[in-house]
């Protein structure tokens, strides 16, 4: 898979939006992007995933630059139970079933100020 | 359905036991996987399953680590010998396919004394 680079943490207001960036830069045609999100103590939780269109759900919003070298997850008004550890991960569907792990890095910690 | 379950929460052993872990995937998926995660670190890949075919493994997995899913439903992740560095949070994941996210269990919390 694919590297993404994430800023080790952020630090956001309550009820504002939150913006989480994530850069990847070596991206190949048949990558997914994959948002994922780990609250403390619980297994991680999926989010959102796009290929190349904005995508909105429930839970955010994901915005992928035109050359899909960078997204960010959009966080329309957080709450402090959003506080977690989100995971940029680029999953290849191109494979044909090989290679098929989700490879997390490190993610961002957000922290959700009241 | 309720989601992935993992039987046990917590499991705390000493070292060379033999563990075993259970996971449940939601049922229509027929894809599931096994990762491990230590303090401050994100889940590492361990290995994965289409049905009842294990289709990868990762070089995490040594020898002392055996998975399995029998009828493609249910699977049980085995530690032989165990040493303190397999202690970390053992989850379990399953999907329908690759085109969708996967749903994670809450994992399985392993101490080796």
């Known amino acids: 898979d694919a590297k993404t680079t994430q800023p080790n943490s952020m630090e956001s207001n309550e009820e504002e939006p939150v913006h989480l960036p994530c850069n990847h830069s070596?991206?190949?045609?048949?990558?997914?992007i994959h948002w994922y999100r780990q609250l403390p103590s619980q297994g991680p939780e999926y989010v959102i995933h796009?290929?190349?269109s904005n995508v909105n759900n429930r839970m955010a919003s994901l915005a992928i630059a035109e050359d899909r070298k960078s997204s960010t997850l959009i966080l329309h008004r957080a709450t402090l139970r959003d506080a977690a550890v989100y995971y940029c991960?680029?999953?290849?569907?191109?494979?044909?079933?090989?290679?098929?792990?989700?490879?997390f890095g490190k993610g961002t910690h957000l922290i959700i100020q009241p | 359905d309720t989601g992935v379950s993992q039987d046990p929460r917590h499991k705390i052993t000493k070292r060379g036991q033999n563990v075993t872990f259970r996971c449940d995937p939601i049922?229509?998926?027929?894809?599931l996987y096994w990762y491990r995660q230590t303090l401050g670190q994100g889940p590492e890949f361990l290995t994965y399953f289409q049905n009842e075919a294990q289709l990868e493994k990762s070089r995490l997995l040594s020898d002392r680590f055996s998975a399995e899913r029998p009828k493609g439903s249910f699977s049980t992740l085995e530690i032989q010998r165990t040493e303190q560095g397999d202690s970390a949070m053992y989850l379990c994941?399953?999907?329908?396919?690759?085109?969708?996210?996967?749903?994670f269990g809450p994992g399985t919390r392993l101490t080796v004394l």
């Open positions: 049922s229509e998926h027929n894809r």
């Open positions: 796009g290929l190349t």
């Open positions: 070596t991206i190949s045609g048949t990558d997914y």
């Open positions: 994941a399953s999907s329908y396919g690759t085109g969708q996210g996967c749903d």
């Open positions: 991960i680029l999953r290849d569907v191109g494979t044909g079933g090989g290679a098929d792990g989700l490879t």
